[in-house]
């Protein structure tokens, strides 16, 4: 699994929602992917640009309004949208989706198969920041994605994160996140 690519993903919010949708068949401009996800122009604009950014969409040849351009996925953006789309299954209501569409909620899950400490996390998602981490680690708690146990024979006691129920489940799917060639 390709965790730097899966970061870079994550780090714009309605990357994944986007392939997912164009994989489904929505019209792969702005604004149809914008609307159907239910989010502003604004940021799913932000988002083509990211996914142009990845190479994982081009600018269609010969085809829209250079105002409105079209887009299709390149060769690896099209496994990815795939992969996007089983996730996008799996997920039950807008607080799941809302919660995917968090910068490290992925990321973190994905390093959650095994449990581990704080600082394990923190050491291998290099870029993310103590208060991130944390935050994200009791969303996940409360939404009972992920466990918190406390191991109170050691001095000082030992805290760690595993991934439960539908935390394990997208931790699976992250398992077959496509790789960069």
Known sequence: MDKSLLVKLCSRSWCLTALALIASGVHARVSPVAHAAGCGRTAMTASFEHLLELGLLVRSPGHGHP???EFVF???GREIARWALQLEACLEGNDDRRRV????TLPI???LVEG???NQLRRALVPITDRALTLALADLVDAGWAERTVEA???PPAVSYRSIGKGAEIAGLLEVFPNRP
């Open 67 to 69: 105002l409105r351009p």
């Open 74 to 76: 390149s060769a690896e």
């Open 101 to 104: 569409r968090r910068a490290w």
């Open 109 to 111: 899950l994905n390093l």
């Open 116 to 118: 581990r400490r704080f």
């Open 153 to 155: 024979a050691s001095s």
